[in-house]
């Protein structure tokens, strides 16, 4: 089969390598580039695992060929990290436990990112709608909602939004009114079951 030479800039770095047609982006992307935060689950795009943010858009790389992105700007969850600084996003998975194997995180923060960049305010509606097409088969996805939440007041500069102190969740004291309304509507959703 013949190979076609390509370049892809990632995460700001350029490669120039050479593919069969049929290779996926994802797999070009993991095997051989090396960005294994990328994830292959399905390669049908149910679960959204291997989402990567091609030319600033949202895409799943098990479906998209790599003779497609030549050229592109692609970034993955490695790119998200700057200067050693979590990104929001990182950071609100971290603070508000949105992972728990960690399988479907890096395409989850890639979605929620592609919203963020376009609305820093999405309602908890909005959120669930920008990652139905990411999967995750351990959390109930409320604690992904809450760190989508957290990653949009961050990038606000929302002093209201979330802590930075100990999650009430991990036994710590509220500390911003965002985690006393979230206490106070789990404490609802309780009462009504």
């Known amino acids: 089969m013949t190979e076609h030479d390509i370049t892809l800039t990632v995460n700001g770095t350029e490669h120039d390598l050479s593919v069969e047609p049929r290779t996926l982006l994802a797999h070009t992307l993991r095997d051989e580039l090396g960005y294994t ?3 292959v689950g399905c390669e049908s795009t149910l679960c959204g695992a291997c989402t990567v943010h091609m030319d600033g858009d949202a895409v799943k790389a098990c479906t998209v060929l790599s003779v497609q992105a030549d050229g592109a700007e692609l970034q993955t969850v490695e790119g998200l990290r700057e200067s050693g600084t979590f990104h929001p996003i990182q950071e609100g998975f971290q603070k508000e ?3 728990q194997c960690g399988y479907c ?3 989850m923060m890639l979605a929620a990112t592609d919203l963020l960049e376009e609305n ?7 959120i669930r ?4 097409g990411n999967l995750c088969r351990c959390t109930g996805y409320q604690n992904i909602v809450n760190a989508v939440e957290y990653a ?6 929302d002093d209201s939004g979330p802590g930075t102190e100990t999650a009430a969740a991990d036994g710590g004291v509220p500390t911003t009114d965002y985690e006393v309304v979230k206490i106070d509507e789990a404490a609802k959703m309780e009462n009504d079951i």
Do not use: V
């Not at 949009?152 to 500069?157: L, P, S, T």
């Open 37 to 39: 935060g990328t994830n």
């Open 120 to 126: 820093a305010d999405p309602n908890e509606a909005e």
């Open 97 to 99: 436990h949105g992972l």
């Open 129 to 132: 709608e920008a990652i139905e």
């Open 105 to 107: 995180t890096p395409g």
């Open 152 to 157: 949009g007041a961050k990038m606000r500069g």
